[in-house]
């Protein structure tokens, strides 16, 4: 064999190790290559002058949420209108896809609903506004709270259980 035929087989066998790797390294981390999702878009109707609201507002944007701020005066004809239960009801009230968003929803759960649609439900809720969920952080306080799934017909389960 002359150098030129090892340098040949040396130059095929390196290409056959690159795109060997590159199929194992595709297997392991099949989305690695791709590019990243954009931000979903989050509508979020809040009291103008509500800390907590703008806190929830930003932390969906640390979520992976492109939430869009509207400050409304007529929060409660608005909830009125998405068909939010008045025993679920907090301070701000958001819709992304076709589903409501009501309260301090931590952005997992949210995630998880969009991932997994569950059938008859219009939306998820976190009533009243319990320290430690997203937008009420107060020190090291933490309530335990639940979000709560509701349906058009005024049917509710609990959808995911915070401590």
């Not at 492109?66 to 608005?78: C, T, Y």
């Not at 009533?127 to 933490?142: H, L, Y």
């Amino acid at each position: 064999m002359t150098n030129r035929e090892l340098s040949r087989r040396a130059w095929l066998a390196t290409i056959a190790r690159t795109v060997a790797g590159a199929a194992a390294v595709a297997a392991v981390q099949p989305h690695g290559l791709a590019a990243a999702a954009p931000p979903r878009r989050i509508v979020v109707y809040k009291d103008p002058d509500c800390g907590c609201c703008r806190e929830w507002v930003s932390y969906l944007a640390k979520s992976g949420f492109a939430p869009e701020p509207h400050d409304r005066g007529d929060m409660q004809a608005l909830k009125d209108s998405l068909g939010v239960p008045a025993a679920l009801r907090s301070c701000h009230t958001a819709v992304v896809g076709r589903y409501v968003i009501e309260g301090h929803v931590p952005a997992a759960d949210i995630m998880r609903l969009l991932a997994k649609p569950p059938k008859a439900v219009l939306g998820i809720a976190v009533p009243g506004m319990p320290a430690g969920s997203p937008g009420m952080e107060m020190g090291g306080r933490r309530d335990r709270y639940e979000v709560i799934a509701f349906g058009a017909s005024g049917a509710t389960s609990v959808f995911a259980s915070h401590a």
